[in-house]
């Protein structure tokens, strides 16, 4: 990667400058891939520390930022509340809970950039007894009914070769399972798929 972009950086004739962004762009693709392969066969146990779900939710979503804006896409977060009206806190390995996350917004990321024009994703976070539960929905085409039952499993995918390893949403379940919670996917009436993290909160 880093030789390839260095060379990007010289003059070139037009079909060479191609060929090393070939290079490099595939570089980056086999770098994602390995690291959800390893994320995926690590299974290292949690570093917990208490930690604010919103202040962790808050930090995902601000590492998907640019990417959203990029690709005009609208977080719409009216349900996910102020750090100070004290939303819950869980013992989370906050870099562990994040990975999670962001597998989910990715998916709804790539759902939307082939089905709507303009993709929507709303991120909520609802609070009942000592459970928290995140929501990630998102308003494109939704999951295909006989596929419900299978999208956690690891190597499950629809996406061309190349696209995807399937490996997403199965180390998002053994991190929020590791958590003590629960995770589940649903389609929402009138289109689109919604992904729900359940976790326990610290009573205090
Ligand atoms: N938001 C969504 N909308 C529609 N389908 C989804 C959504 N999220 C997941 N899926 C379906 O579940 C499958 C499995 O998702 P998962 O994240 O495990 O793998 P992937 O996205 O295909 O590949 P990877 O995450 O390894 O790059 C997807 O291929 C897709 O068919
Ligand atoms: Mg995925």
Do not use: C
């Not at 070769?161 to 996917?185: C, F, Y």
């Amino acid at each position: 990667m880093l030789y390839s972009e260095q060379a990007l950086a010289e003059e070139m004739p037009h079909h060479i400058r191609e060929s090393i962004q070939t290079v490099n762009q595939q570089a980056h693709r086999m770098a994602r891939v390995v690291k959800n392969l390893l994320d995926f066969a690590r299974h290292s146990e949690p570093e917990r520390r208490e930690t604010s779900i919103v202040t962790m939710l808050r930090r995902t979503l601000e590492l998907k930022a640019y990417d959203f804006k990029m690709n005009h896409i609208t977080v719409i977060d009216d349900d996910v509340p102020a750090e100070t009206s004290g939303s819950g806190h869980a013992m989370l390995d906050e870099n562990q809970m994040v990975q999670a996350i962001l597998n989910l917004l990715n998916n709804a990321e790539q759902a939307g950039m082939s089905a709507q024009p303009t993709l929507e994703i709303r991120v909520s976070v609802l609070r009942v007894g000592g459970w928290v539960t995140i929501g990630v929905e998102d308003n494109g085409p939704g999951i295909a009914e006989e596929d419900l039952p299978k999208i956690f499993d690891p190597f499950f995918t629809t996406k061309d070769i190349g696209q995807g390893t399937g490996l997403g949403l199965s180390v998002s379940q053994g991190i929020v399972a590791l958590h003590g919670g629960e995770i589940w996917a649903e389609n929402i009436r009138g289109g689109g798929a919604a992904f729900y993290v359940k976790l326990p909160t610290i009573s205090r």
